[in-house]
Each structure stands twice: as C-alpha cells, then as structure tokens.
Nanobody
Framework: QVQLVESGGGLVQAGGSLRLSCAASGIYFNIKTMNWYRQTPGKQRELVATITSGGSTNYDDSVKGRFTISRDNAKNTVYLQMNSLKAEDTGTYYC?????????WGQGTQVTVSS
C-alpha cells in the first residue's frame, strides 16, 4: 500500500518562504521519480516540480528560480523549498508518484500566500 503524506503548508506573506515535505511509504522510493503538483479551485492541477531517482530536476516556468525540489532517500522524503512566494502560488500542493502504472497522491497541504 502506497502512502504519501504532505506537510509544511501554511499562510505566508508574499516574498516569504515555506518548505513542504512528502513522506512516502509502500514504494521503493530510491528508484522513483517524485513530483509536486498544485491545484487552485477552478484551475487544472499542474505539475510544479519533478525530481528523478538520479536527482535531475525540472520546474514549471512559473516557479523556476524560486522553488527547489530535493529528496532524502534515507528518509523516503521529497521536499519542495518555496522562496519568494507570490499570491499566485496559492493552492493545494500534492505529492505524486507512479507505482506499477498507477498514480498515487497525498492528501495535499494548503499553501496560502497573502499580498
């Protein structure tokens, strides 16, 4: 049973920072590409950042230069460091992984950026 648990969301002023965490279980974490998505009401869930098992990263243009995805394989945890936050970063952030062809999601953690 795959389980992803996000944490670290909160309310922050524009220009501030947050670090999100996603603790994974039920998978061989070390070989998995891990992803962060966000969703705002009325908008499609969008891929924000991804990190491969080898540590290669990709970011949506809207967060490039401000967000950093990282992983700690010893802790089976992926992180999203969010700096210089903007109001448009507001949303529910979800951790995602594909295991045996099925997509798994955490419960989400809410990030609200006030301007």
């Amino acid at each position: 049973q795959v389980q992803l648990v996000e944490s670290g969301g909160g309310l922050v002023q524009a220009g501030g920072s947050l670090r999100l965490s996603c603790a994974a279980s039920g998978i061989y974490f070390n070989i998995k590409t891990m992803n962060w998505y966000r969703q705002t009401p009325g908008k499609q869930r969008e891929l924000v950042a991804t990190i491969t098992s080898g540590g290669s990263t990709n970011y949506d243009d809207s967060v490039k230069g401000r967000f950093t995805i990282s992983r700690d394989n010893a802790k089976n945890t992926v992180y999203l460091q969010m700096n210089s936050l903007k109001a448009e970063d507001t949303g529910t952030y979800y951790c995602n992984v594909v295991n045996w062809g099925s997509a798994y999601w955490g419960q989400g953690t809410q990030v609200t950026v006030s301007s």
